[in-house]
C-alpha cells in the first residue's frame, strides 16, 4: 500500500514522527534516570517513548540479549512460511536514534529501597523510577519430568528464538503419518489464541508436507479462546487432522517421558512423534526476587501509571501484570508501555498527567490466507482494566474479509515493530 | 510554533455507490506537555485531540486523539459515494481552538 502516504503532501514525511515530539532540554536541570529492564515488547516501548518524549530524563535499557525474536508471528515460522531472521529486531535505532543506553548484560537484583539494580557482571546502577517487563517464566513441578532438559526435547517455545527453531526442526523431520500433542497451558498465560494458532498453522504445513500426520491438543483447559472460530476453521480447512482434549476428558496433563517422547495424562498415554509443551505460567524471574509479585504468581500494578502495587518507584508492564481485561498480548503490552512512559514523564517533569487510554489489536492465522482479528480498548475502572469497546471477528466472515484480514496483518506486524524498534 | 495549517485531498466527483478516498493532514508540531521553557515553567499541553470529517452533516469518521500521537497527524479512509454535497472537516486543538475545511463533492 505504498500509493498513500504523507509525502503526498509534499513536505511531510514519516521521519517527522516521533523527532518533531522531542523537546529541548532545560536549562539547568539534573537529568532524572530511569532504567528499563527487559527488552521485550513492553520494555522497548518504554524506553523509546520515554527518550522521544522527554529529552531530560536519561534512559538506560537492561537486556542481556542482542536481538529479539518475536513470539508474534513465530508460529508462521513453525509452519515455514516466514524464515525467523525477519522476525528478529536489534536494538540499534533505540540507541542511535532515541540516545538510549542499551546495556547487555542480565539484571541480577532489584533492591527497591536503595532504587538500585545489580547487573550479573557485578556492577550496580541507581535509578529514580524504574521499569521491570520481565516477561513470563515456566512453573516449575506442574507437570513431572519437565526439566531443563525435557525442553531441548519437548520444546515449548514460547519464547521466540532457538526453540522455535527446534520445534520447525522437529516437525521437518517428522515422518509422514506421525503424531504431534501440543499440550496447551492453564490460564492465565502469554498470548490466549497462540496455542491454537499454531496447531492451525502446523496443520497448513502437515497439509501440504505430510497429508496423513494428525495434531492432538492437550488441553489444561475446558475451553479456549475465540473456540467457535478456530473449530469452525479446522472443519473448514483440516477435516480430521485436528483433534481437541479438554481437561475434563483428560484429567489434565500429569508427566512427560522423555525417553519415549510421551505425554502423560491421568488416563492415557499419548506417544508423540513430536511433541510441543507449554507449560503453566508466571511472571518472570526478577519480578519475584524485587517482591514485585503475589500469591498469583502475578504482579499487581495501578491500572493508570502501571506502578507497582507492592514496590513503589517501580512500574511494570507487559505479560507480567494482572492486566484485568487486558489479555497478555504484544499490542497490549505496547499500549501499557505508552500510558506508563506518559505517566512517568509527566511526575518526572512537575507536567499535567493525562487519562490513559489502552487497547489491544490482534491478527490470528487460521490458514495461510485466512485470518481473524480483534480490536479492543481498555479503561481503567475502580482501580481493575476494563474492556470499554471491542470488536471480534465472527465465525460467519466471508473468505474475502479473511483474505484481507491476512494481508493486513503483515502490515500490522511491520508497523507495530517499527514502533517498538525502529 | 508555525501555524497549523489543515490540507485534504479528495476527488470532487464521484460515481453513487462506489467509495472514494480521502486523505487528510494537518502540520502541527503537537506539544507534549512535557517541556519546560527558559525559566523552567512546564510549557502545556497543545496536540489535536480530536478530528472529525462530516458528510452532508452526518458523522462519517471520527478520532480521538492522545499521547503518543505523532506530530502532523495524517489520516486516510474510504467513503461511500451516496450523494452530492459538502464534506466538513474539523480539528479540535487542546485549549479549545477549531480548524476546519469544506469540500464540495458531486455524485453522478
Known amino acids: 500500500m505504498k500509493s498513500s502516504t504523507r509525502r503526498e503532501f509534499g513536505c511531510l514525511t514519516g521521519a517527522a514522527l516521533l523527532t518533531a515530539l522531542r523537546p529541548r532540554l532545560a536549562l539547568g536541570q539534573a537529568k532524572a534516570r530511569v532504567i528499563v529492564i527487559g527488552g521485550g515488547i513492553g520494555g522497548a516501548t518504554v524506553a523509546k517513548y520515554l527518550a522521544a518524549s522527554v529529552t531530560t530524563i536519561d534512559v538506560t535499557l537492561v537486556e542481556p540479549r542482542r536481538v529479539y525474536t518475536t513470539c508474534f508471528f513465530s508460529n508462521l515460522h513453525l509452519a515455514g512460511l516466514r524464515p525467523l531472521e525477519q522476525l528478529t529486531h536489534g536494538y540499534e535505532a533505540l540507541a542511535k536514534q532515541y540516545g538510549i543506553t542499551v546495556v547487555h548484560e542480565s539484571a541480577e537484583t532489584i533492591d527497591p529501597s536503595a532504587k538500585t539494580v545489580t547487573l550479573n557482571n557485578g556492577s550496580k546502577l541507581s535509578y529514580d523510577r524504574l521499569v521491570v517487563a520481565p516477561g513470563i517464566a515456566f512453573r516449575g513441578g506442574a507437570i513431572e519430568g519437565y526439566d531443563e532438559a525435557a525442553i531441548e526435547i519437548m520444546p515449548h517455545a514460547w519464547n521466540a528464538g532457538p526453540q522455535t527453531r527446534l520445534l520447525r526442526q522437529q516437525l521437518e523431520s517428522m515422518e509422514d503419518g506421525g503424531l504431534f500433542v501440543l499440550v496447551a497451558p492453564p490460564n492465565p498465560f502469554r498470548c490466549p489464541p497462540a496455542p491454537y494458532e499454531r496447531a492451525s498453522l502446523i496443520a497448513s504445513y502437515f497439509q501440504r508436507s505430510k497429508p496423513k500426520a494428525k495434531i492432538l491438543i492437550l488441553d489444561a483447559k475446558d475451553s479456549f479462546n475465540a473456540q467457535d472460530l478456530f473449530q469452525d476453521a479446522w472443519n473448514r480447512h483440516y477435516p480430521g487432522m485436528i483433534e481437541w482434549l479438554p481437561a475434563q476428558f483428560t484429567g489434565g496433563v500429569t508427566a512427560v517421558d522423555t525417553k519415549t517422547r510421551s505425554v502423560i495424562t491421568a488416563g492415557e498415554t499419548f506417544k508423540a512423534a513430536v511433541a510441543n509443551v507449554i507449560p503453566a505460567q508466571m511472571a518472570g524471574r526478577l519480578a519475584h526476587q524485587a517482591g514485585l509479585a503475589n500469591q498469583s504468581g502475578w504482579c499487581p500494578v495501578d491500572p493508570v501509571t502501571f506502578e507497582s502495587a507492592l514496590q513503589p518507584g517501580v512500574h511494570l508492564v507487559g505479560d507480567a501484570i494482572i492486566g484485568g481485561d487486558m489479555p497478555k498480548s504484544a499490542f497490549c503490552a505496547n499500549s501499557q508501555a505508552k500510558a506508563c512512559a506518559f505517566a512517568i514523564a509527566a511526575d518526572l517533569t512537575g507536567s499535567t498527567r493525562f487519562p490513559a487510554h489502552l487497547f489491544n489489536t490482534c491478527y490470528t492465522y487460521l490458514a495461510p490466507d485466512d485470518a481473524f482479528s480483534n480490536a479492543i480498548s481498555f479503561q481503567p475502572v475502580d482501580g481493575k482494566l476494563k474492556t470499554v469497546l471491542s470488536f471480534v471477528s465472527k465465525v460467519e466472515e466471508s473468505a474475502d474479509i479473511r483474505r484481507l484480514a491476512a494481508r493486513a496483518a503483515e502490515g500490522w506486524y511491520d508497523a507495530f515493530t517499527h514502533d517498538v524498534f525502529g | ?108
Open chain 2, 1 to 108: 510554533m508555525t501555524t497549523p495549517t489543515p490540507r485534504v485531498i479528495v476527488p470532487s466527483a464521484a460515481a453513487k455507490g462506489e467509495f472514494f478516498q480521502v486523505k487528510t493532514i494537518i502540520s502541527h508540531g503537537m506539544e507534549t506537555g512535557l517541556r519546560h521553557d527558559d525559566q523552567g515553567n512546564v510549557i502545556p499541553r497543545k496536540i489535536i485531540n480530536k478530528f472529525v470529517c462530516r458528510y452532508n452533516d452526518s458523522v462519517v469518521f471520527s478520532v480521538d486523539l492522545h499521547e503518543a500521537i505523532s506530530a502532523n497527524p495524517f489520516f486516510e479512509f474510504s467513503l461511500l459515494a451516496t450523494e452530492s454535497g459538502r464534506l466538513d472537516f474539523v480539528w479540535e486543538e487542546d485549549g479549545g481552538d477549531v480548524y476546519a475545511l469544506s469540500h464540495q463533492l458531486a455524485v453522478g
